[in-house]
């Protein structure tokens, strides 16, 4: 059955390390994230801190579509579970920021844990139907639940830790943080894991006649997949002070899957690119026009028809060619 | 470095670089007073917020766009309908923008993330359409004020009053499934209760209910007096269709949330909404004066009768100004700004009657009880037919005791047993 998400671009050769370019690459990147808030005022400030939360979110759902072959539309959801939870416990239980974005991260995994019991038995298609249907139960819950979750309205507060109250600290410390997760996820799908897990994409008969438990690799990695969208999840909630069903909607796992294609699924750390890309032009289109969301709309259709791989994914493919 | 981190750099630089340019301009202190409005321009209530903004501008057009002797600037952006985009919005126009005060939003969620987020920085923020209950009760943020707007449970409770004078004593309501829909109902089903009348049975549907037969077959069965109906857009458009033709209209007398019967609603539509009575501080077809003159004013200008909300803008608009007039224009100082804002009664609004704030932000109004009727050229609009002066949205309770109950919700909606 075919994926629904364009092949993952090839894998350069050498694949156990990083080649010198790719981590000039990588060190670029991070020098460009760390010096950026110190020339922009305040409002890009919080874009960009936004960005790099998104990008945690699209990593999340390039593990399971890019590393796994099987794409997700419930990651939205498992982030906003985990940003429900931390609002929850900070601003009506009057619990400690950190605490609640331990116990957010959990529920988050938890959440997934159970969907993948639920989504690990079915490919392509079929899965891509499942994770969105488990993905509306959780929206349908936040928006009906109102004794809990506020309902429509949400749930707000002062969730922000007080030492990262002002928009500059609190990106710092974002920043930190994704890039210890990013780290960690990079370690994840370059390890023996990880590769049983690029073998299954590949050919799932080929590894169960090897001998591999396929289900208790797919179930395990679409459990990190949610514990890395939690991370996100407890990120954003301190970072709106707020939530609402809108947090763990359609749209929003959409957004997650969009950030990753555009980036070029399988790379990565092409999440970075196309989360930039993404909440940039949606906040320098629309200072211009109302009808920004056609803007996206058409870029996202010359992106699949001249770089179907995406961003990273075209740029990758570029400099092998220069290199033949 | 190579050529190709050279070439992803300098892209992402250049790419930094157009993001940041349109601000790179920022306002002095001495320039004009900068209002920031949002407004749903696109999204599920996209019509209503195009009219917000057309009363706003419509005030300051008529003005020249001054206050107290100083230029006035508007800046509008789109919150898409969805809080997450509201609060970004409400980011960018205070943090880069620099605006001296945020307006409008349309629904709660969106009003609920922003006044959240001005609540920590101390921005004033005013919301004339806002209706959530707890901002101007029991969560009251000082900096957020409720300029021409109302509570949702405040016109319900003369409307309930109403009916029981009229001798309805057992009432059904329906009404959608969220807070808006939950504070209405709750207001008219407590006074109504309290009062000696009996709640029959409560119906709630999700948002964009296509088919209300359902309902509408347990309301007809049930033996109410009357009916009290809460939606609003197109829910309340279907309602009153099927409702009509259902052959209710006639048996059960129809009465609901100002929402329902709002121009925004009614103006498209036919015979089966006349004669629906509900509780408001705006009816187009006042002959009030003022109101006379607003509403040509207002025809003339977009060839329609103002709906809510460009009334509530434009009303909006109008207390702003007069609060800036004895400071000069001053915003500087929000304090003085804010505390203006509260001692100014809006006179000379489309109401045609002095309204005042209360301690808690919130305007105390003259409620009309207003019905549908055709009006010369045709057209439907609400005719005021009696009136509560003074209605506060603690209607006859002490504030305090009043904010010791539960707020409304689903399970709460204050009735008495009897």
Redesign the interface.
């Known amino acids: 059955m075919a994926s629904p998400v364009p092949n993952p671009a090839p894998l350069p050769a050498r694949d156990t390390g990083m080649s010198r370019?790719a981590m000039?690459?990588v060190a670029?990147?991070a020098l460009?994230f760390a010096v950026?808030p110190l020339?922009?005022?305040?409002?890009?400030v919080?874009?960009l801190t936004?960005v790099l939360i998104f990008a945690v979110l699209a990593m999340a759902v390039d593990i399971l579509a890019g590393y796994t072959g099987r794409t997700p539309l419930c990651h939205g959801a498992i982030f906003g579970v985990s940003t429900y939870v931390v609002v929850y416990w900070t601003a009506h239980m009057g619990g400690s920021p950190y605490v609640g974005a331990g116990v957010g991260i959990l529920a988050a995994t938890g959440v997934a844990a159970i969907f993948a019991l639920l989504a690990i038995r079915t490919s392509g298609v079929y899965f891509l139907l499942l994770t969105l249907a488990l993905g509306m139960i959780v929206w349908g819950v936040c928006l009906?639940w109102?004794?809990v979750t506020?309902?429509?309205?949400?749930l707000?507060?002062?969730v922000r830790p007080s030492a990262l109250a002002d928009?500059f600290s609190f990106y710092y410390a974002v920043f930190v943080a994704v890039a210890v997760v990013a780290f960690l996820m990079w370690r994840f799908v370059r390890s023996p894991f990880g590769l049983t897990l690029r073998g299954i994409r590949d050919s799932e008969s080929r590894m169960r006649s090897l001998g591999y438990n396929v289900p208790a690799h797919l179930f395990l990695a679409f459990t990190v997949s949610g514990f890395f969208a939690g991370i996100a999840g407890a990120l954003y909630a301190m970072f709106?002070?707020?939530v609402?069903p809108?947090?763990v909607g359609l749209s929003q796992s959409v957004e997650g899957l969009l950030m990753a294609i555009t980036g070029g699924v399988g790379t990565l750390f092409g999440a970075f690119i196309g989360s930039?890309a993404i909440i940039?032009l949606e906040?320098?289109v629309?200072?211009y026009t109302?009808r920004w969301?056609s803007v996206l709309g058409a870029m996202f259709v010359l992106i699949m028809i001249f770089a179907p791989e995406g961003i990273l994914g075209r740029?990758r493919r570029f400099?092998a060619q220069r290199r033949r | 470095m190579d050529r190709r981190t050279f070439l992803k750099s300098s892209a992402a630089l250049a790419a930094v670089g157009t993001v940041a340019m349109p601000y790179v301009a920022r306002a002095q202190a001495s320039g004009p007073i900068k209002i920031g409005v949002m407004a749903p321009l696109t999204g599920v209530v996209a019509a209503g917020g195009r009219e917000m903004v057309d009363g706003f501008n419509m005030y300051w057009e008529e003005r020249g766009f001054q206050s107290g002797g100083r230029k006035v600037e508007i800046v509008v952006e789109d919150d898409a309908s969805n809080p997450d985009t509201a609060l970004q919005k409400a980011r960018r126009l205070v943090e880069q923008a620099n605006v001296d005060m945020l307006f409008g939003n349309l629904l709660a969620n969106t009003g609920l993330a922003v006044a959240n987020y001005v609540k920590g920085n101390g921005t004033p923020y005013f919301i004339p359409i806002i209706a959530a209950d707890d901002l101007t009760q029991r969560n009251r943020i000082k900096n957020v004020i409720r300029v021409a707007g109302y509570t949702a449970s405040q016109f319900p409770r003369p409307l309930a009053d109403w009916c029981l004078k009229q001798g309805y004593r057992k009432v059904a309501t329906i009404s959608q499934d969220y807070t808006f829909g939950h504070e209405q109902c709750g207001g008219f089903c407590q006074t109504f209760t309290e009062g000696g009348g009996k709640v029959l049975g409560q119906f709630w549907h999700p948002l964009n209910t296509s088919d209300f037969s359902p309902y509408l077959g347990q309301l007809a069965n049930l033996g109410a007096d009357v009916i009290f109906c809460m939606e609003t857009g197109a829910d309340a458009a279907r309602l009153m269709q099927q409702y009509a033709s259902f052959g209710l209209k006639g048996q059960i007398p129809l009465v609901g949330a100002m929402n329902v019967t709002d121009q925004s609603v009614i103006r498209t539509m036919g015979d089966e909404v006349e004669g629906v009575v509900v509780a408001a501080h705006f009816a187009e077809g006042s002959d009030n004066p003022r109101t006379k003159e607003f509403v040509a004013a207002y025809g003339k200008k977009f060839s329609k009768l103002p709906s809510l909300y460009g009334f509530s803008m434009y009303s909006g608009a109008m207390w702003i100004d007069e609060a800036l007039k004895p400071l000069n224009g001053a915003t500087a100082d929000r304090e003085a700004f804010l505390a203006s804002v509260m001692k100014t009664d809006l006179v000379n609004s489309p109401l045609g009657t002095t309204v005042k704030l209360d301690a808690f932000g919130n305007p105390i109004y003259d409620v009309a009880i207003r019905k549908v009727v055709k009006n010369a050229d045709g057209k439907y609009w609400n005719v005021p037919i009696a009136s509560y002066p003074q209605v506060s949205q603690f209607w006859k309770y002490d504030p305090e005791t009043y904010m010791k109950q539960p707020p409304y919700s689903r399970e709460f909606q204050g009735i008495k047993k009897s």
């Open positions: 370019l000039g690459a670029v990147g460009v950026l020339l922009l005022p305040t409002y890009q919080s874009i936004e009906r109102t004794s506020g309902g429509e309205n949400g707000r507060g002062a928009g709106n002070d707020f609402s809108s947090t930039f940039g906040n320098l629309s200072l109302e969301q740029i400099v």
